[in-house]
Nanobody
Framework: QVQLVESGGGLVQAGGSLRLSCAGS????????MGWFRQVPGKEREFVAA????????YYADSVRGRFTISSDTAKNTVYLQMNSLISQDTAVYYC?????????????????WGQGTQVTVSS
């Protein structure tokens, strides 16, 4: 059973930065494509960023491109989401996801494993 555990969320002022981490229970990061999604109450889970198993390919939602960076450290079996220039619209619960494929995807239904989520709140 694959387990994903997110950390790094919190409260930050607009314009600030946070780095989210997602630790996998097995060789998740080196074997699977990984992604970050976010969700606010009453809305569907939204794609944020994804990375292929090798780390060679990355994908971003238009709303975060240029501000967020996804990366992976296979030695630590951890995926990161560096979030800069945060705005109030970034406030959400952020989820880490793993896909039993080496190819990244941008839809939530393509992912097989999910973390419990971490809250990010951006104050304006």
């Amino acid at each position: 059973q694959v387990q994903l555990v997110e950390s790094g969320g919190g409260l930050v002022q607009a314009g600030g930065s946070l780095r989210l981490s997602c630790a996998g229970s097995r060789r998740t990061v080196s074997s699977y494509a990984m992604g970050w999604f976010r969700q606010v109450p009453g809305k569907e889970r939204e794609f944020v960023a994804a990375i292929s198993w090798s780390g060679a390919s990355t994908y971003y939602a238009d709303s975060v491109r240029g501000r967020f960076t996804i990366s992976s450290d296979t030695a630590k079996n951890t995926v990161y989401l560096q979030m800069n220039s945060l705005i109030s619209q970034d406030t959400a619960v952020y989820y880490c996801a793993g896909r039993s494929s080496r190819v990244a995807a941008t839809t939530a239904t393509a992912y097989d494993y999910w973390g419990q989520g971490t809250q990010v709140t951006v104050s304006s």
